[in-house]
């Protein structure tokens, strides 16, 4: 039924430019298709219940016209495309959408997209936003009442060892993401920051088997090539909120820097830690999704108390990872990005850029748009930077 | 040394600014012109004219340097440096002992943090009028006034009138209202360096201020803006003679560091057959 197209690279392209291409094959012959918003939700319990997860993002290319009428024009771009694609019908071949409390703004888009887009399936997961033993309890209840939901939509039972099974396939990815990620240390990086990007998002659109095989035949495809990005004297960490387009990337790299590594959603976050194996696979997975991905989403209170109310060693608590990747990738700057009206990412960019200050790291402020057109005066942002540190 | 010589081009969103030196970082001449729409295209009219006055053809020019908005638009330049950079520089070619330098021009305004005469930090608006040229450009047109009689005219004021918006259009609107409810026209005028001064030092003040305080860009002829701006920030602020030219001397001084570097490293090939001509991606 299904061809076999193309491999590597030249398959993320394709993807790249029409995502949905494989799971409208998928669902043509039977499968259900779940999109999800964010990194928040589950993939785990709709790949275990054979749902094929769907990563729901917007479109930057596209001018928001309709999502106006249901949201107000003052609250994140990304989110308002995402509504405005699927009040578009982009998203029409979605079975389910399940949702998480991402934001004020994420968790308002999950309740006027019910009632607009109506996808057929719709759940909203209202994860905590605090990393303390009550708010974990809080999550293994939502998942518990996830999973009964999900068991009435497929009619099947979620049984423990159909949940770890899934477990171990989404670890796979995971381990399989951050041997693609191993590729950006060396000098020049194998990847770039833009390939990155697309190579993330094909994955996000395909289930999670092949998703893992796109990943085994990129990382074959790269390590042969012999046209990969060029030496440049700049490698750079991004940090922000979502980049689901190339075009920042591919601006920050036509200048003489390349992106050796990110701390971004469509980038490195839900892949740089395996969910651990427990008894009752609910444990390990409410653990994984609330603690061990670092999104500012999730306010790290016991942090603060643990290091005495002192600002630099709160910062160090919640920042550290950020000074090993960019020892790891040899990282000689950052620069840290924000989609204007984010305040999830914005209230946390003094802190970050304070850390990055302590620990010798440059780093620039860059608060973008979510659209083409607005780049350029950016782009004299990120050169005069540049200019700085070289 | 002395016959060596180097070309720096600001292309700004409002005026083309072109500045030739020489080995010794004399300057031997500085052309300034309105960009408008034909120089973005035609970088090379206004440098055809600087060459005229220092006495010089194109290919005695060793190396270019093109910076500002339009930096992309120079064909003939070796390279494309940031206003940032370039800025930071020429300032600190005017007053050796500048640590913060603020240019305001036509359509943003920019703060620089200074060290050992280079860029070390800066912030940048340009998302808004408010607080650049424009602003001024819009209120002065509503009010029937040329430009350059808006800072001697501010300079009367005895009580100034705060304006309240922030945004240009409806500042303009408050400044209407303040008229016609009888405000002096110096005093009206007078708020408006204040609202677009109290601006700039917030922006500013994001880096830390550090003195000597140096204040360049078209805006800076505005002596009423001067007065605000050290008003607001609490210390003497700095004006050179030419306020509009640090940026392509800044340049131009880039480009003689430059060549020095590569003859000292025995890497220095001087562009050959450099043609003075339009940017050709428009045709």
């Known amino acids: ?118 996808t057929p ?44 099974a899934a477990i171990a ?25 833009a390939e990155t990007i697309k190579i993330i998002k094909a994955v996000q659109s395909l289930p999670t088997n092949e998703g893992n095989a796109l990943l085994r035949s990129v990382i074959a495809d790269v390590k042969a090539r012999k046209n990969g990005p060029v030496k440049k004297s700049a490698r750079l960490l991004v940090w922000g909120s979502i980049l689901d387009d190339t075009a920042l990337m591919e601006m920050i790299e036509s200048l003489d820097a390349n992106v050796v590594m990110d701390d971004t959603c469509v980038g490195s976050r839900p892949f740089f830690e395996d969910v651990k194996p427990t008894a009752d696979p609910i444990d390990g997975l409410a653990r994984h999704y609330l603690v061990d991905i670092k999104c500012p989403r999730t306010f790290r209170a016991w942090d603060f108390y643990a290091t005495k109310k002192n600002y630099m060693e709160d910062l160090k608590a919640r920042f550290s990872y950020l000074s090993d990747y960019a020892r790891d990738w040899k990282a000689n700057g950052v620069i840290v990005e924000s989609v204007r009206y984010c305040d999830t990412h914005g209230y946390e960019v003094p802190g970050v850029r304070d850390y990055f200050k302590e620990v010798g790291l440059p780093s620039i402020y860059l608060e973008h748009d979510y659209t083409e057109g607005a780049l350029a005066p950016l782009r004299t942002r990120v050169q005069g930077f540049l200019e700085i540190i070289g | 040394m002395a016959s060596i010589y180097f070309a720096g ?70 390279k494309q440096i940031t206003e940032l950079t370039c800025h930071a520089r020429g300032v600190a070619f005017f007053f050796p002992k500048a640590r913060t330098a603020i240019d305001i021009g036509g359509q943003d305004a920019k703060a620089l943090k200074i060290k050992d005469g280079k860029l070390v930090d800066f912030v940048m608006s340009d998302k808004c009028a408010a607080g650049t040229g424009r602003f001024l450009e819009v209120i002065a047109q509503a009010l029937g006034l040329k430009l350059e009689d808006l800072g ?67 805006v800076a002829k505005n002596a009423g803006v001067v007065k605000a701006l050290e008003e607001n920030l609490g210390c003497p602020v700095l004006v050179p003679s030419d306020p509009l030219l640090s940026g392509a001397i800044g340049a131009a001084l880039i480009a003689s560091e430059t060549v020095a570097k590569l003859q000292a490293s025995g890497t220095f090939k001087p562009m050959t057959g450099r043609r003075l001509e339009a940017a050709s991606f428009f045709k």
């Not at chain 1, 396939?169 to 950006?184: D, I, S, T």
């Not at chain 2, 729409?37 to 005695?60: F, I, P, Q, W, Y």
């Open chain 2, 9 to 78: 081009i600001d292309l700004g969103s409002t005026m083309t600014k072109v500045v030739i030196i020489d080995g010794s970082e004399k300057v031997l001449a500085s052309v300034v012109q309105h960009t408008g729409a034909e120089h973005r295209r035609l970088a090379n009219r206004v440098m055809e004219e600087a060459l005229g006055k220092a006495g010089l053809s194109v290919d005695n020019i060793a190396y270019v340097i093109a910076t500002g908005y339009g930096r992309i638009n120079v064909p003939f330049a070796d």
């Open chain 2, 152 to 218: 001697p005219l501010s300079l009367k004021s005895t009580r100034k009138v705060t304006i309240s918006n922030i945004c240009t259009v409806f500042a303009q609107q408050e400044v209407v209202g303040q008229l016609s409810a009888g405000a002096a026209l110096e005093d009206v005028v007078a708020g408006l360096h204040d609202a677009i001064a109290g601006r700039v030092a917030r922006m500013t003040r994001r880096l830390k201020v550090e003195p000597e305080v140096v204040f360049t860009g078209g």
């Open chain 1, 169 to 193: 396939l989404h670890n796979e990815q995971r381990a399989l993401v951050r041997e693609l990620y191993e590729l950006k240390k060396p000098d020049p990086p194998l990847i770039s920051g």
């Open chain 1, 1 to 118: 039924m299904v061809v076999a197209t193309k491999q590597g690279m030249a398959r993320v392209d394709e993807l790249y430019r029409e995502r949905p291409q494989r799971v409208k094959e998928l669902k043509s012959g039977g499968k259900k298709i779940v999109g999800y918003l964010c990194i928040y939700p589950v993939l785990e319990m709709m790949t275990a219940l054979d749902l094929v997860p769907y990563r729901v993002v917007g479109d930057m290319r596209e001018p928001i016209t309709k999502a106006d009428s249901y949201m107000p024009p003052v609250v994140c771009p990304f989110l308002r495309s995402c509504l405005d694609t699927g009040l578009k019908g982009k998203y029409d071949f979605l079975d389910g959408m399940v949702t998480s409390h991402i934001c004020d703004v994420g968790s308002s888009l999950s309740g006027v997209w019910n009632y607009t887009v109506k």
């Open chain 1, 121 to 164: 399936y719709h759940y909203h997961i209202d994860t905590p936003h605090t990393v303390h033993e009550t708010s974990l309890e809080q999550l293994r209840g939502l998942l518990g009442a996830f999973r009964k939901s999900l068991e009435e939509f497929t009619g099947n039972k979620l049984t423990d060892a159909m949940l770890k």
